[in-house]
């Protein structure tokens, strides 16, 4: 881990929304930087997600990973043929195809897609152990994905990073510019080193966004996070950024009255 790190994916190129000269521009950017693992935000219109999903999987080639997110936009259904119809481009998973507290909705659509080799992907929004506990037990998701905030901090994660052990299910935390990035850098190095000592299949989202408000921003080299070597949990704020945005009386809001 000390040389190599723990390997990331990129959620900052394909968001909704994004022109596709962008995305096109976001991508190659990304290439040049080493990234070889890419996430597409889905949900809003088919032809839309056809265009654009074909786009990047031209743009990343073959052999590089495409993720799906929906963002629970779907009823089961919708999931199962909607996703169906994104098949021809190889995503590794769809992450959040429908309701967050539907667990046995999760399971009809990871059997429903099982065939097509894509997985399903969820956990951001699981405020507990025992919800993981039930995913797992139904054979819901194929990837576990943790949020350092989401659940009880620290204790509630490793409890679910033993259960997926348990499971055989990969850990791939779900991330992102406000300081999850931070956070979860310390639960995946735990989750190798002490749990499940292998990368088969894991990774860790990261988002480019917000971390110049941290004391000890996270590292990124060659699309791997680098462990921190600060000691503390790299939550701690800076100072001048706690003042500017605090409510009621920082700077951004004082703008806004």
């Not at 043929?81 to 999760?106: C, F, M, N, Q």
């Not at 152990?129 to 350092?148: C, G, H, N, Y």
Request: charge should be neutral; charged fraction near 20%; hydrophobic fraction near 40%.
């Amino acid at each position: 881990m000390l040389k190599e790190g723990y390997p990331a994916y990129t959620t900052s190129c394909a968001w909704l929304g994004y022109s596709d000269q962008l995305l096109k521009q976001l991508c190659t950017d990304a290439l040049k930087d080493g990234w070889t693992k890419f996430k597409v935000k889905v949900g809003a219109d088919l032809k839309d997600d056809i265009r654009r999903c074909s786009l990047i999987r031209q743009m990343i080639g073959p052999h590089n990973t495409l993720m799906i997110d929906a963002n629970q936009r779907w009823d089961v259904g919708e999931a199962i043929t909607w996703v169906t119809r994104l098949a021809e481009y190889k995503p590794l998973w769809i992450e959040e195809p429908t309701s967050p507290d539907d667990i046995l909705g999760h399971a009809a659509i990871s059997k429903a897609l099982a065939p097509l080799g894509i997985g399903v992907a969820t956990g951001e929004q699981c405020h507990n152990r025992v919800m993981f506990k039930q995913f797992l037990q139904a054979s819901a998701l194929q990837f576990v994905q943790i949020d350092s905030c989401r659940l009880g901090s620290v204790n509630e994660n490793l409890a679910v990073l033993l259960m997926a052990h348990k499971f055989k299910v990969p850990v791939c935390p779900h991330a992102g510019g406000v300081g999850l990035c931070e956070l979860v850098q310390h639960l995946i190095l735990f989750d190798y080193i002490s749990v499940s000592a292998s990368l088969d299949n894991r990774m860790c989202e990261f988002v480019d966004h917000l971390h110049q408000h941290f004391r000890s921003p996270v590292v990124i080299q060659n699309a791997h996070y680098m462990p921190p070597k600060d000691p503390g949990y790299s939550c701690e704020m800076l100072e001048s950024s706690v003042q500017t945005h605090q409510y009621p009386q920082g700077q951004v809001w004082k703008k806004l009255q």
